[in-house]
Nanobody, 115 residues
Framework: QVRLVESGGGLVQAGGSLRLSCAASGIIFSVSTMGWYRQAPGKQRELVAVITASDNTNYADSVKGRFTIARDNAKNMVYLQMNSLKPEDTAVYYC?????????WGQGTQVTVSS
């Protein structure tokens, strides 16, 4: 059974930093593409960053140069380092793993950036 558990969200002032973590279980993590998505109130869920099994990364234009996605295959963990946070980064952040039949999601972690 696939399980993704996020942690690390919180309240931070604009310009600050947070690191989100996602613990994965029930999958062969080292061969899995992993991603971070976010959903702000009243908006659709959007891709923030993705990392492939070979460590290729891709970012939303809105976070390029500020956010960094990384993975630790030994610990089955994926991280999102968020720097220079802006109020518009406020959202629930979700860990994601695309599967053969369906996508898998964590429960989400709230990030709130105050101005």
């Amino acid at each position: 059974q696939v399980r993704l558990v996020e942690s690390g969200g919180g309240l931070v002032q604009a310009g600050g930093s947070l690191r989100l973590s996602c613990a994965a279980s029930g999958i062969i993590f080292s061969v899995s593409t992993m991603g971070w998505y976010r959903q702000a109130p009243g908006k659709q869920r959007e891709l923030v960053a993705v990392i492939t099994a070979s460590d290729n990364t891709n970012y939303a234009d809105s976070v390029k140069g500020r956010f960094t996605i990384a993975r630790d295959n030994a610990k089955n963990m994926v991280y999102l380092q968020m720097n220079s946070l802006k109020p518009e980064d406020t959202a629930v952040y979700y860990c994601n793993m695309p599967g053969m039949i369906r996508d898998y999601w964590g429960q989400g972690t709230q990030v709130t950036v105050s101005s």
